[in-house]
């Protein structure tokens, strides 16, 4: 059954959401992480997609100290990703609380460093991100292209052992029109076997049911709580 993921995008330690990854384009929703996190666990959700937007801008993790209280203060199974570059980054990340950690820019820019990781924490603990602008993987925060088709990079990861990949479609990240069912459909169908975790743009409870038809592992909602298009009573009942 798909798992759904809520997540929650820091800047400044507070719980943000951004419209195509743009950081001029940044709406606050709550100084508080930790509530919301907790709110997400009173409705019986399990996990937590926690990025650290200022890790990801500046090249190394930042907001640590969040995931350490949402860690220490809910049993929400966290997934971690932003800013992780080095090896001190992942001890700090995997020390605060996480149980994973997604992976994006190293995994493209440097794979000798990724495989490392990979081989040291196990395709349990470490989940690949794969953010896509027009079919080619974006790295850096979104901020650069690499000109690398989506296909072929998953399938150069996927032979060497990576079974959880984090996709998101920039274009429609934060911007509340829907999901990409055709892109994650087929993909689904060139990966059967990928541990697929769907990101970005999802409104409506029916995706989720699209998504699971197709046998994606999990679907990342943000933006959609936050504006009340979908509830966290919704979201809930879909569990049940």
């Not at 330690?13 to 009173?42: H, M, Q, W």
């Not at 932003?82 to 820019?105: H, R």
């Not at 924490?121 to 650069?144: F, L, N, P, Q, T």
């Not at 009340?228 to 979201?235: A, F, N, Q, V, Y």
């Amino acid at each position: 059954m798909l798992t759904i993921i809520p997540a929650i995008d820091l800047i400044e330690g507070k719980c943000v959401r951004l419209s195509k990854g743009d950081y001029t384009r940044k709406k606050i929703y709550n100084e508080d992480p930790v509530e919301v996190a907790r709110a997400f666990e009173d409705h019986g959700l399990k996990r937590l997609h926690l990025v650290d937007l200022d890790g990801a801008r500046s090249a190394h993790v930042v907001n640590w100290k969040v995931l350490e209280q949402i860690a220490a203060r809910t049993k929400l199974i966290i997934d971690f990703g932003g800013g992780v570059k080095s090896d001190e980054d992942l001890y700090i990340v995997f020390n605060s609380g996480a149980a994973m950690v997604t992976i994006g820019s190293v995994a493209v820019k440097d794979p000798e460093l990724f495989f490392r990781w990979f081989m040291r924490y196990g395709a349990g603990k470490i989940i690949m991100g794969a953010d896509v602008k027009e079919g080619k993987i974006a790295v850096s925060g979104w901020k650069e292209d690499t000109g690398l088709e989506i296909s072929k990079f998953l399938d150069d990861y996927l032979k060497r052992g990576v079974k959880q990949v984090l996709c998101t479609d920039i274009s429609k990240d934060g911007m509340l029109e829907g999901t990409s069912i055709d892109l994650y459909k087929a993909l689904m169908e060139q990966f059967p076997k990928m541990e697929l975790i769907a990101s970005g743009g999802i409104i409506h409870i029916d995706e989720l049911y699209r998504l699971d038809e197709m046998g994606v592992a999990g679907a990342i909602i943000g933006k959609a709580i936050y504006e009340g298009r979908i509830s966290l009573k919704d979201l809930q009942a879909y569990n049940c």
